[in-house]
């Protein structure tokens, strides 16, 4: 059955789909598409049940993401990638969640982990400055993530690099505003944000590397399995749901617009075997990436659920698999929509936006196909990874 956040999103649907069109105008989500996101419970999904949350399987995070996207690929995205920070945030000291969530259990937290900041050691904590491009939804935040190198004291990364993630509140950063003028996923609002000197205290940070493989929980006292998954395989796994969930709605908008449609050449499209074809194909391609990538994220879980280990052969093929997910599920949107008629380019057709938030959606850096397939051959051949292809394995 499906998780009550799910159902409550197809209850929210209509009112999503029709409020898509404002939240691209605005470049960024609406107050009422948020607090149908808020009253649905999608960012919750992997919070903490101490604090309001549904502490819930990935599966049902992914699920809801789709669900979001087939109606809004904005709204979609964002709930993809702001509803996965709860869950980072149950592995973090407890004080970071009480900070948090102590008054507003629907708080919500922004990124990205890119690390282009430097954080300066002091005592007790360390000095942050920095840009950062692509902060999801951030307007309606009042926390974020950032990726962090650890500096030198003169303002250079140290030697080696360590990264780390940091959580600020919104009084310690800015937000840029004219920094989001894109072709798709406009209403992600993603826009650059700035910290010019901000104190972090240690107790806020945490090393990407221990969070990566699944270790940060354990360090602060967390045991359920939910928290213990490496982060690379739960952080892509919202994005990817959004990708697919966009594919989902173009195919549904496509399929209602064919069924009366008359080509140019007088005869209806549903006596079209060849858009007929490519309809069912796509279909099939789109519902197999649906399949892929939520099975890859459940042996995972049940792995580390059983208390067994993750191997990195094993996060290398989820990575691949998550991959080849999103761009699988594209290409068959692309094929629908070169099928679509003339009247697919114009600005008041839906399908138009679904296919420009998906291209977009593909272009993200966990999409892209090179680093993730070269590392999974490499580790099925049982050889070792360099590092710069373990970062997001």
């Not at 093929?317 to 599920?329: D, G, K, L, P």
């Not at 008041?348 to 993200?364: E, K, T």
Request: charged share 20%; aromatic share 8%; proline share 6%.
């Amino acid at each position: 059955m499906a998780h009550e956040v799910v159902e409550r999103v197809e209850q929210y649907g209509p009112k999503l789909a029709e409020l898509a069109v404002e939240n691209e105008k605005l470049g960024k989500l609406s107050g009422e598409t948020v607090g149908l996101l808020r009253s649905a419970g999608v960012l919750r999904l992997l919070q903490p049940t101490k604090f309001g949350g549904y502490a819930a399987h990935p599966r049902d995070f992914a699920e809801a993401v789709m669900a979001v996207a087939r109606h809004d690929g904005a709204a979609g995205w964002v709930c993809g990638v702001v509803g996965v920070h709860p869950w980072e945030v149950a592995q973090m000291d407890p004080r970071v969640a009480q900070e948090i969530w102590g008054e507003n259990q629907d708080t919500w937290i922004a990124s990205p982990y890119m690390p282009n900041g430097i954080a300066e050691p002091v005592d007790d904590g360390y000095v942050l400055s920095g840009r950062w491009p692509f902060s999801s939804g951030t307007d309606h935040c009042d926390w974020v993530f950032l990726g962090a190198l650890v500096g030198d004291g003169k303002g250079r990364p140290a030697s080696p690099p360590s990264v780390l993630h940091v959580i600020l509140p919104r009084s310690s950063y800015e937000i840029v505003d004219d920094t989001w003028d894109v072709i798709g996923l406009s209403g992600t609002g993603s826009k650059d944000v700035v910290v010019d000197g901000a104190f972090i205290p240690a107790y806020r940070t945490v090393n990407q590397d221990e969070v990566s493989a699944g270790e940060a929980a354990e360090g602060n006292g967390v045991t359920e399995a939910l928290y213990r998954l490496p982060f690379t395989s739960m952080f892509p796994l919202g994005i990817t749901s959004a990708v697919i969930g966009i594919c989902e709605g173009a195919l549904d908008v496509h399929l209602a617009q064919q069924r009366d449609r008359v080509a140019v050449t007088g005869v209806q499209v549903r006596d079209d075997p060849y858009v007929l074809y490519s309809a069912g194909e796509a279909a099939s391609e789109i519902a197999a990436s649906r399949v892929q990538l939520i099975d890859g994220i459940s042996r995972v879980y049940d792995r580390v659920a059983a208390g067994e280990p993750v191997s990195v052969e094993e996060r290398s093929r989820v990575r691949r698999n998550q991959v080849r997910c999103a761009w699988r599920a594209v290409s068959a949107l692309d094929e629908i929509f070169a099928r679509s008629g003339g009247n697919v380019i114009r600005r008041d057709n839906p399908l138009q936006r679904y296919w420009r938030d998906a291209h977009v959606g593909l272009a993200h850096m966990i999409h892209v196909p090179g680093a993730a397939y070269h590392a999974n051959s490499l580790a099925q051949m049982g050889l070792e990874l360099p590092p710069q292809l373990r970062v997001l394995i």
